[in-house]
């Protein structure tokens, strides 16, 4: 059998989290992710990597079918359900997500890796840019958490929220200060003087 530890995924987690509540079938599972606004931490923008996960979980013996639901006016419906290991492992996951950082690879700092590649001035744009969208989704977020809690919502459901935008908040004022060292040209470069750094790095590189 596959080794499970592999089979971790934030939507994996979310599917046993979810079956843990009740069993439902996929369609109710996508719903609820939307619904609760989990979307934002889970990738479901297709709706077939929830199908996907499911069948995965199912290999592995962490859900089971409960029933088929069939009606005439809808197609027929597959409802499932936490298996005991599945909430030994859900339960396992939580603990090893919340407690050891992962080593994940996010595109930004690829980006940053490499923005020599670009012009001071075209990378200046661009994280321009960056700043104008980082303040967007800030600003959204924290509207749609200000409007939850307003309706009642207990902040223990809403603390993936707090974090994105603590997360965020620091990498706005970040990106700010490079933008700053950009315009200020505190930092910058040009073609020759790359060419000059990868000749001394390469030349002390081979002694």
Sequence with gaps: MADRSRQRSPLALTVLALLAEAPMHAYRMHDLIRRRGKDTVVNVAQRNSVYQTIARLRRTGLIRVQQ????ESRPERVVYEIT?????TLTRWLKEMLAAPAQE???FPAALAFVPVLSPKDALR????????IEAQLAQSQTV???????????????????KQVMLKAELAWVKRLVGELKSKGLTWSPQWLRKVAATFEGSGSS
Excluded at 68 to 71: E, F, M
Excluded at 126 to 133: I, M, N
């Design 68 to 71: 088929t639901l069939r009606n």
């Design 84 to 88: 005991d290991e599945g909430r030994a």
């Design 105 to 107: 690879y996010p595109d």
């Design 126 to 133: 661009q994280l321009e840019l960056r700043v104008v969208a």
């Design 145 to 163: 958490t200000r409007g939850l809690l307003a309706d009642g919502l207990p902040r223990l459901f809403l603390i993936e929220d707090d974090y």
